[in-house]
Every structure is written in C-alpha cells, then in structure tokens.
C-alpha cells in the first residue's frame, strides 16, 4: 500500500473522508437520541396534563348535583348540569372531550395533539395522547357514605 503525504501526517489511500462519514452518522444518532429524549419528554408531560384536566372536568361534573334530590336529603347528579360543568373546565383549558353521565359516576375523556420539535426531521410530526379521568359524588363528611 502506498502512502500519500500530506502536512502533518500520512494518509493511505481509501481511507479519504473515514472520519468524515463516522462523524456524520455520528451526529445523526445523536441529534435523534436528542429527539426520542425531548419530544418523548413533552408527550410524558402532555398526557400527565391531560389526564390532570380530565380529572378536574370529572370533578367539576361530579359536584353539579340535583337541587330537588338535595332537598329529599339524597345525593344525585343533574346530568345536563354535570356535563355543562364538564364542558365548562375543558372550555377554560381550549381542550374538548367526551362525557358521560351514568347515575352518580361522570366519566371524561380528553385526546390531545403533541407537535414534536425534533422528530419531524425522522418523518414524525406528532402524536395525540389520551387523558381519562372518573368521578362520583359521594355523601359524608367523613366517611365518604353513598
């Protein structure tokens, strides 16, 4: 093999542009470790959010209860008052969802879009994540009594 001389050491032929290519594919795993890391960080925190959000619709729903029933010293759910309460959080936050109203139980269901920053370069622009929270209205003080 013939070496070829060059300022400040000798370089063989076939070996032009090695370290080039290396550091290359080099700097691509690490910008997409990068990406996995940042943008799987904001959908972690987007789905924690959603789910914080639904629980605070199903909480709002839960304490929307009948006046009449109230009255009869006994606990149930308006249903059109529970969902309004519901629609009301989720309309604060700019997010919507579905709700369901079954006897003392209101169920909220939110989807959520995430853009990622990095992982469009991969071809994925983003996902949507899914929060879900329950809640029943319970009578007592104390003891949470039904």
Same mark, same amino acid.
């Given at each position: 093999?013939? !070496? &070829?001389?060059?300022?400040?050491?000798? =370089?063989?032929?076939?070996?032009?542009?090695?370290?080039? !290519?290396?550091?290359?594919?080099? =700097?691509?795993?690490?910008?997409?470790?990068?990406?996995?890391?940042?943008?799987?960080? @904001? &959908?972690?925190?987007?789905?924690?959010?959603?789910?914080?959000?639904? @629980?605070?619709? @199903?909480? @709002?729903?839960?304490?929307?209860?009948?006046?009449? !029933?109230?009255?009869?010293?006994?606990?149930?759910?308006?249903?059109?008052?529970?969902? =309004?309460?519901? &629609?009301?959080?989720?309309?604060?936050?700019?997010?919507?969802?579905?709700?369901?109203?079954?006897?003392?139980?209101?169920?909220?269901?939110?989807?959520?879009?995430?853009?990622?920053?990095?992982?469009?370069?991969?071809?994925?622009?983003?996902?949507?994540?899914?929060?879900? !929270?329950?809640?029943?209205?319970? &009578?007592?003080?104390?003891?949470?009594?039904?």
């Amino acid at each position: 093999m013939r !070496a &070829r001389r060059f300022r400040g050491g000798v =370089a063989f032929r076939g070996e032009a542009g090695t370290v080039t !290519a290396f550091v290359a594919i080099l =700097a691509v795993t690490f910008l997409m470790g990068t990406g996995l890391l940042l943008d799987g960080g @904001a &959908r972690v925190v987007a789905r924690r959010e959603a789910n914080d959000v639904a @629980a605070q619709a @199903a909480r @709002a729903g839960a304490q929307a209860l009948d006046a009449d !029933a109230l009255r009869r010293r006994s606990t149930s759910l308006d249903p059109g008052a529970a969902e =309004a309460a519901v &629609r009301g959080v989720l309309a604060r936050k700019g997010l919507s969802g579905s709700v369901v109203v079954d006897g003392d139980t209101v169920r909220v269901r939110i989807t959520r879009r995430v853009s990622y920053v990095l992982l469009p370069l991969a071809g994925v622009s983003g996902s949507e994540v899914v929060g879900e !929270a329950e809640a029943r209205t319970v &009578r007592g003080l104390i003891r949470g009594e039904t």
